[in-house]
């Protein structure tokens, strides 16, 4: 890790609403034994530097987060249920992080190794947010500067903004921003659990990987090579829309549509909406 960064926080976002799968993040996975998907991500965070925190909502159903909190002796934070940027704000208003690691609760694939290498990207780089690309969905992170996530209070436009935190630094030219290009392409997969399929998958990969010793990357591959139909087993869900314009929605919707075969809609699109705007 860069002896630049002091104080590092690892704030995970987690509710148990959800609407397509509902208590998800202290569901036991694999099922019936197994630690629940909050307690791995917490688990697999606390073997490297920095504050883990969970921030939740003040709604009640999130008491049984609270608990779970208490028992593994780390911090929660508990703010607005819609506005989850203002529970990331008041964080870090109150500890003044040097760097703030987003991460959320139906993801329980991380990749250590790629979080740390973020983190020295963002420092080196003296940049205010990047991203990782390459991993699976629902492995990759964002890592913010501290301060600049404040500053980021400013440029609040919509809901939106305030649900999905990182939008106004993806958004206003004033932030230095950008990618750090793992070393991997695997982002056809899919790894967060948003889905009882999503779920299921989940389950079958993390019991392979409790039986083999082995995570992240390490056990996507291993996957691949030995039971790549595995991977395929949810490529219908379609995750839900977080696009900052029209020109990247638009782009997100073209792959639905041909994923459905939808063809002459998409080449509609592609002619006269990204054509026109490159």
């Given at each position: ?164 935190v ?52 390490e ?40 994923k ?19």
């Open positions: 890790m860069d002896k630049q960064v002091t104080k590092i926080a690892y704030i995970i976002q987690a509710r148990m609403k959800s609407e397509r799968l509902p208590g998800k993040v202290l569901m036991p996975i694999p099922l019936v034994k197994g630690r629940s998907i909050l307690e791995r991500i917490v688990d697999n965070l606390k073997n490297i530097d920095g504050d883990i925190i969970v921030a939740t909502s003040v709604n009640p159903e999130n008491d049984q987060i609270e608990s779970f909190c208490k028992e593994k002796k780390i911090l929660c934070f508990r703010g607005d249920e819609k506005n989850v940027l203002s529970r990331f704000l008041a964080i870090q208003k109150n500890s003044s992080y040097d760097v703030i690691v987003r991460l959320t609760a139906d993801n329980p694939f991380l990749d250590l190794n790629y979080i740390e290498k973020a983190i020295s990207y963002l420092v080196s780089n003296q940049l205010d947010y990047v991203y990782t690309k390459g991993l699976p969905l629902g492995m990759n992170v964002e890592v913010i500067k501290g301060d600049t996530l404040v500053e980021s209070e400013k440029y609040i436009q919509s809901e939106s903004d305030k649900e999905h990182t939008l106004p630094l993806k958004r206003e030219n004033c932030f230095k921003t950008g990618s750090y290009n793992t070393d991997v392409d695997y982002e056809r997969y899919r790894l967060t659990v948003d889905t009882a399929q999503d779920f299921l998958l989940a389950s079958a990969l993390l019991q392979i990987g409790d039986d083999e010793n082995i995570s992240g990357m056990l996507v591959k291993y996957i691949e090579a030995n039971f790549p139909w595995l991977l395929k087993a949810n490529t219908n869900i379609f995750q839900k829309n977080a696009q900052i314009d029209i020109y990247s929605e638009t782009q997100e919707a073209i792959k639905v549509l041909q459905l075969e939808y063809n002459q809609t998409a080449n509609y699109l592609i002619k006269n909406i990204i054509s026109r705007s490159t």
